[in-house]
């Protein structure tokens, strides 16, 4: 009995229109952060479940897609706790493998593994697919493609400054012209925690902060309360919910909110000397922002956290962000390296993309020329013309039967081909061919013996 | 406590340099596929497990990765079935998805899915990794890249012809000449076990037959007296253990031999005609040989079968296979689909390469230009012009800190730097940069007003 074929949910199929969008998503990031000095290094789809496992919380842990052990898996369970059937405890017994959920970690794996082969500071990028199974959505997918540039081995600002570029780089190359980067930094954030006195709920209230586009101040406030900070600190923090006006209103407002945290105001210094340099280098088409309620993963950066916005009128979550952390190689026993990375939501890149329409004219044309086939004869001098057409780069084939006119040039239409190249009787008695632009409707005879000339038309 | 990290065995980490190698032969294939017409499409990394299993055999379903269910997986599994603790009648119950182990079923699944979108004859080509639990050895990896071009929705034989150019072409663009693409046909092969009497005996005769390199004739023999072929049969097929001789004798000699079978005939006919339109359309460095013993997955290809041998020397498996089968999606419920297809092997290949010193010099070089960091107002030029040499593609970087000088040197060194830019204090006040040559030693100035000129120097 023939199955009726489907992929598993969360996944997708790409079809080569697709691909080729992607790929020059992927081709104009890739050359950037070449040109930035960033080298790739590819890492396996599976780790070791110890190297992922408790790395992103519990939830993180549920996740994570774990291989089942091959072979005689439920030899290594013992029977009293095979006879628990409880899912949690069996788990580890039967699986030592697991999909990769992140490129950071495997990242960290990576440098710790490799630190005597690696010149400092080691600036990597990778792409390729990780893993989550999580609920899918729109937008929301079990196996998706990350896209980070990182920097280990160098607390130098400088290496922010040269990330803000690279954004601004890419996106411009990719023609997305108005993209906002995002900019805060966890000290200041730790800083306005500690002058409100509320230190310890530093979590807390950045979270709720986080939400202020979405839930409006009440919402946050009343977030906030919620947790225990008190109505004088939320007084104190007021300053938070003004209008955000500009970079240097905002940096002057800060001045005065964290003039007594020490922290803050290191943070401070640190945001003004990033804004300052990209200030005096120039963006090309992107915007650098100051966005005090900006959190994503506290518990993470340490430093700088970046996010980038689409152009305004693009409906669409980030895509972009990251920032610096002090101590990625740690939980694998290499200490003191720091770090500051960013990554590029391809999937998100790609819709807006589309929506805007700046994906390249005729990206997915997979062919440029096509023979028709009119028979044994009139096949071979055409597959001699293909060969040298090949063989000079274009994308040229021939239809490998030959089937009815009609059906031949429909296969044509389908395919999107520019031009078709008709070598019937009387061309091969001409020792010649027929180029058809099937744009223009026109036609246009070339000698089989001076093929140059076409292939020059084309270039 | 820190953990001491480690891969899963079978699995690699790849640096910079072996991507940049890698990347080289994909490139080569990937540019050859296009202009050979073929289109790219993805699939996801696991498959709903019916997808796959049984398509492999019994040995293949034991090699299958199988990805644990998530949550609560036990709950799945009926307390009768629990209680026999059998891993085999447990797996289905606790796994859904399973990791690739090859490219064609997926993509079988995937012409079934999507045939209302696509146009016959669909060209496509794959290139992803596939995961295999296979004892890991030498060169035999449990992750892997796979590398397909098929044709699927054409009979025609020049499609057999134009993948024996593909291969010249790929192996021609990677300098690796000598390439033998040894051909055969399963019909000749059926031919043969028909016209000696062991028609039904053709899997275990063929597969005797493959070995002859291996354990040659007396060897061959001898296991195919053990499967119960006669000696009167083995002795009629006795043309076989001649020397090969050329491509005319073994024609010659095959004619002989298959004059009562007209499936034998058959395969001689199409065997026949790729040679000849291959000996017209002629060859850039590959040769295209007959071998009567060469059988790969035999149940599998229904007519052409194709291999390719490195350049004799190196001692090296095939680095290259595929063949005509006739009914790839009928096991998705789409009958009559003709298709054929070759793949690479990436791997191999990689290491002809290596051996034969044959990829590119500098083809790992990650950074072309590096400024040396001299503190803080010299960095700022140093910035700027970096900026400047990255819009223009190059690759460039500075220091991110000012470091000792030594330790500057020795990082532009070890990244292989081929120019170094200093821009000091004198530099500064005159607004030049130094470019200093690392293989000769030599140096130039330029103005920093004119970074063009050394931009044009550069290309």
Redesign the interface.
């Given at each position: 009995m023939?199955?009726?074929?489907?992929?598993?949910k969360g996944?997708?199929?790409?079809?080569?229109s697709e691909?080729?969008k992607r790929n020059y998503i992927f081709d104009t990031i890739k050359?950037?952060f070449?040109?930035?000095?960033f080298?790739?290094?590819?890492?396996?789809?599976?780790?070791?479940s110890?190297?992922l496992l408790g790395k992103y919380g519990e939830e993180g842990d549920?996740?994570i897609?774990?291989?089942?052990n091959?072979?005689?898996?439920?030899?290594k369970?013992d029977d009293a706790t095979?006879t628990d059937?409880?899912?949690n405890s069996?788990?580890p017994k039967?699986?030592?493998?697991a999909?990769r959920y992140d490129l950071t970690v495997p990242f960290a794996?990576?440098v710790?593994?490799?630190q005597n082969?690696l010149?400092f500071?080691f600036?990597?990028y990778q792409i390729q697919?990780v893993?989550r199974?999580d609920r899918p959505q729109k937008g929301r997918f079990r196996?998706f493609f990350q896209c980070d540039a990182d920097?280990v081995g160098?607390d130098?600002l400088?290496?922010e400054?040269e990330l803000v570029?690279l954004y601004d780089?890419v996106f411009s190359d990719l023609k997305l012209e108005g993209a906002t980067i995002k900019m805060n930094n966890r000290k200041i954030l730790a800083g306005i925690a500690e002058v409100i006195g509320a230190k310890d709920l530093l979590i807390d209230f950045t979270v709720a902060l986080d939400k202020l586009d979405k839930i409006g101040e009440d919402g946050v406030k009343k977030e906030m309360l919620a947790k225990g900070i008190t109505e004088k600190a939320i007084e104190k923090a007021s300053p938070l919910f003004l209008p955000q006006g500009s970079n240097n209103e905002q940096l002057e407002r800060l001045d005065g909110l964290l003039k007594d945290s020490e922290e803050g105001k290191k943070g401070l210094d640190e945001l003004r000397f990033i804004l300052e340099?990209i200030s005096?280098?120039g963006l090309q088409s992107a915007e650098l922002s100051i966005d005090v309620t900006l959190a994503r993963g506290l518990n993470y950066y340490t430093g700088a956290i970046f996010e980038v916005a689409a152009p305004e009128g693009v409906k669409m979550g980030s895509i972009g962000g990251g920032g610096r952390y002090d101590d990625l190689t740690?939980?694998?026993?290499l200490k003191n390296v720091s770090g500051v990375g960013i990554s590029f939501g391809l999937d998100r890149i790609y819709l807006v993309l589309e929506e805007l329409d700046l994906f390249p004219e005729a990206i997915d044309r997979?062919?440029q020329v096509l023979c028709v086939n009119f028979g044994e004869k009139e096949?071979?001098a055409a597959?001699?013309l293909v060969?040298q057409?090949?063989?000079a780069?274009?994308?040229?084939?021939?239809y490998?039967?030959s089937a009815k006119m009609q059906k031949q040039m429909k296969?044509a239409n389908?395919?999107n081909v520019p031009y078709v190249i008709l070598i019937g009787e009387q061309e091969l008695s001409n020792n010649s061919f027929v180029v058809k632009n099937m744009n223009e409707g026109s036609q246009l005879e070339y000698s089989l013996n001076n093929v140059g000339a076409f292939i020059d038309y084309l270039s």
């Open positions: 023939a199955q009726k074929p489907s992929i598993p996944t997708r199929d790409f079809n080569p691909i080729a050359k950037n070449q040109t930035y000095g080298q790739p290094i590819e890492t396996p789809s599976f780790e070791n110890d190297t549920r996740l897609f774990k291989i089942l091959s072979g005689d898996f439920l030899r369970v095979y059937k409880n899912s069996i788990a039967i699986t030592e493998k999909l794996r990576y710790v593994m490799h082969e010149d500071p600036k990597r697919p893993w199974a196996e920097v160098s130098s400088l290496q400054v570029q780089a340099t005096a280098l740690g939980i694998f026993g997979s062919l096949a071979m597959l001699k060969t057409l090949r063989k780069g274009i994308k040229a084939d021939m490998p039967s296969y389908n395919r």
